[in-house]
T-cell receptor
Framework: GENVEQHPSTLSVQEGDSAVIKCTYS??????FPWYKQELGKRPQLIID?????GEKKDQRIAVTLNKTAKHFSLHITETQPEDSAVYFC????????????FGKGTHLIIQP | DVKVTQSSRYLVKRTGEKVFLECVQD?????MFWYRQDPGLGLRLIYF???????EKGDIPEGYSVSREKKERFSLILESASTNQTSMYLC???FGRGSGYTFGSGTRLTVV
């Protein structure tokens, strides 16, 4: 089955700086890669996703890049703000997510004032 | 806005009890999922369903079963609860392929 590795487990950045979280996956058939944000005590929420026919996708301060050859994808957050503090999870699926997502173990992003 | 509702926020059960966790979604989503979330382990898939009365095992199905008698409802059953099933349980739903999941608020289950 699929295996998703996520790094780092904890990331501390100064407010206003950029943050990058990286994930690798094992199944070359994976074609759907979402990212979820989970604030303390709340449910995970989808923030951005990318499909295997696209190399990059942006939404305001958030971007995701995908390298299918190397089987890795990354989340980029620019101009970080205090409300970006949360745990971020990457995930991968070969069935577009319909047969379940395999999640990474999460990155705790801390924005220092 | 899609809503996924889990019936209990907190549950405390005794070892050996049969436990039912209920999940209801209100947007006619085809796919429903049960995950458990543990510190340092992320979210792990227990079972999923892509249609009424259909169920598929995820990565960690042992000790669990599921039921989907109606499209909007997906139940997780712990046949005989054990202390290692103490966890946060998250239900999710999605529409078709390539669409994001909507998660419920979770049920924190403690087995004593």
């Amino acid at each position: 089955g699929e295996n998703v590795e996520q790094h780092p487990s904890t990331l501390s950045v100064q407010e206003g700086d950029s943050a990058v979280i990286k994930c690798t996956y094992s199944d070359s058939a994976s074609n759907y890669f979402p990212w979820y944000k989970q604030e303390l005590g709340k449910r995970p929420q989808l923030i951005i996703d990318i499909r295997s026919n696209v190399g990059e996708k942006k939404d305001q301060r958030i971007a995701v890049t995908l390298n299918k050859t190397a089987k890795h994808f990354s989340l980029h957050i620019t101009e970080t703000q205090p409300e970006d503090s949360a745990v971020y999870f990457c995930a991968a699926s070969s069935g577009g997510g319909a047969d379940g997502l395999t999640f990474g173990k999460g990155t705790h992003l801390i924005i220092q004032p | 806005d899609v809503k996924v509702t889990q019936s209990s926020r907190y549950l405390v059960k005794r070892t050996g009890e049969k436990v039912f966790l209920e999940c209801v979604q209100d947007m006619d989503h085809e796919n429903m999922f049960w995950y458990r979330q543990d510190p340092g382990l992320g979210l792990r898939l227990i079972y999923f369903s892509y249609d009424v009365k259909m169920k598929e095992k995820g990565d960690i199905p042992e000790g669990y079963s599921v039921s989907r008698e109606k499209k909007e409802r997906f139940s997780l059953i712990l046949e005989s609860a054990s202390t290692n099933q103490t966890s946060m349980y998250l239900c999710a739903s999605s529409f078709g392929r390539g669409s994001g999941y909507t998660f419920g608020s979770g049920t924190r289950l403690t087995v004593v």
